[in-house]
C-alpha cells in the first residue's frame, strides 16, 4: 500500500492520502533532525580544529620570525667588524 492512492474506486479524479501517512511525518522528521544536527557538530568541531590549526601556524611563524631577527642581530656586529679593516 502506498502513501497515496491517485485512483480511488469513488472518484476517479480525487486522490486520497493513506491513514498511514503519519509514519512518513514520524519518520523524516526525526531523521532530518538527526542529519542536521550531526552536521552541525561535525561542522562545529571542525572550526575548532581549524582554529587550533591557525593558532599553531601564527605562533610558530611569530617563533620563526624571532629566530630571523636574533640570527640578524648576532650577525649585525660581525658586519660592523669587518667594515673597520
Known amino acids: 500500500m ?11 479524479s ?5 491513514p498511514l501517512f ?3 511525518w514520524a519518520i523524516s522528521i526525526p531523521f532530518t ?10 561542522d ?3 572550526s575548532k580544529r ?7 601556524i601564527e605562533m610558530q ?3 620563526m620570525k624571532r629566530r630571523s631577527q636574533n640570527q640578524a642581530a ?8 669587518s667594515d673597520g679593516v
Open 14 to 18: 480525487e486522490s486520497h492520502v493513506s
Open 74 to 81: 648576532l650577525r649585525a656586529p660581525l658586519a660592523d667588524v
Open 50 to 56: 581549524a582554529q587550533r590549526e591557525d593558532e599553531l
Open 44 to 46: 562545529h568541531i571542525q
Open 33 to 42: 533532525a538527526l542529519v542536521l544536527g550531526s552536521y552541525w557538530w561535525w
Open 61 to 63: 611563524m611569530i617563533e
Open 22 to 24: 503519519w509514519i512518513y
Open 2 to 12: 502506498t502513501f497515496f492512492n491517485w485512483q480511488t474506486s469513488d472518484s476517479p
